[in-house]
């Protein structure tokens, strides 16, 4: 069902600060690293925590298109 599928790769960007996750998951869907710049106070994603978001999105099936 499409409504748990939603809400599974949720529940996984709220594991994260909300808009740096989002923000990485952004940036490598387009691969520009731009946007993986915050503001502070925020800071981004360590290269840890990027590697085992990309990996718990990609083990729930989250696909983002590539854009050219």
Do not use: H
Not at 7 to 32: C, F
Not at 47 to 53: F, H, I, K, M, W
Request: charged share 30%.
């Amino acid at each position: 069902d499409l409504q748990q599928e939603l809400e599974a790769v949720r529940g996984i960007i709220s594991d994260y600060p909300l808009i740096a996750a989002l923000k990485e998951t952004v940036a490598q869907a387009t691969g520009r690293d731009g946007w993986r710049r915050l503001r502070p106070p925020q800071d981004p994603l360590t290269p840890a925590q990027a590697a085992e978001l990309a990996a718990r999105l990609d083990a729930a099936g989250f696909r983002t298109k590539r854009a050219a």
